[in-house]
């Protein structure tokens, strides 16, 4: 089993990507935000990608409790864990999303079963 732990509150799908056009890019809040995943991923996970099917629980630890849909926070997540945790995305069979409160330390928390 894998647990990580990244800080914050993570940009909303909404947020993450812009479009010009046909054209679609990630925004600046969505590249720090992804960077900023990746750096704690790095100082906490020494191992390689995980490879074949997997199980991934993600618990989101918000500040309060505003009104959101919870499946608008998994992507940048998922994105920031390919390649450092697991080779690709399709390789999760089960993803399990939780939302929760913490005023005090709000985070995001990923477990590979």
């Given at each position: ?27 600046r ?18 191992g ?6 997997i ?11 505003l ?12 994105d ?13 069979t089960?993803?399990?999303?939780r ?15």
């Amino acid at each position: 089993m894998v647990n990580i732990s990244i800080k914050g509150t993570p940009p909303s799908t909404q947020h993450i990507y812009g479009h010009r056009g046909s054209v679609t890019y990630m925004t600046r809040e969505g590249r720090d935000f992804k960077e900023m995943c990746q750096w704690e991923i790095k100082s906490q996970y020494k191992g390689k990608p995980k490879e074949g099917e997997i199980q991934v629980v993600i618990d989101f630890h918000f500040k309060d409790k505003l009104r959101r849909d919870i499946d608008n926070f998994n992507k940048i997540i998922l994105d920031s864990c390919t390649g450092m945790l697991w080779e690709d995305d399709s390789q999760i069979t089960t993803l399990t999303l939780r939302k929760l409160i913490s005023k005090e330390n709000p985070r995001v928390n990923i477990t590979i079963l």
